[in-house]
């Protein structure tokens, strides 16, 4: 079983950035997919971004249309942490957001549908008009 430890959410204005981190425990980084999923109040979680290592193809990344040019996903394996670099921050951003992983290689077809099995405690962004 792989521990998560998500950091670095908080209060920022609309247009603010802020660095999301999770620090993997228990696997390393480069055996892992990772993703990061938030869940606003009454809405159903989603996926926001996922990294994965093919072994045919080598790294690739995921983005939900709605957070295609700001949000940036990347992971330091000497640390054992993947990031989640968000700019431009919106109202509709506010959610917790939480860090997933799932042992495995996969190509980027599948990370959009990878079946997270190991997840972090949550941290929440919220992002003020």
């Known amino acids: 079983q792989v521990q998560l430890v998500e950091s670095g959410g908080g209060l920022v204005q609309a247009g603010g950035s802020l660095r999301l981190s999770c620090a993997a425990s228990g696997r390393t980084l480069s055996t892992l997919a990772m993703g990061w999923f938030r869940q606003a109040p009454e809405k159903e979680r989603e996926l926001v971004s996922a990294i994965g290592r093919s072994v045919w193809t080598g790294y690739s990344t995921y983005y939900a249309d709605s957070v295609k040019g700001r949000f940036t996903i990347s992971g330091d394996n000497a640390k054992n942490t993947v990031y989640l670099q968000m700019n431009n921050l919106k109202p509709e951003d506010t959610a917790v957001y939480y860090c997933?992983?799932?042992?495995?290689?996969?190509?980027?077809?599948?990370?959009?549908?990878?079946?997270?099995?190991?997840w972090g405690q949550g941290t929440q962004v919220t992002v003020s008009s």
């Open positions: 997933a992983a799932k042992t495995g290689y996969y190509s980027a077809s599948e990370l959009p549908r990878v079946d997270f099995d190991s």
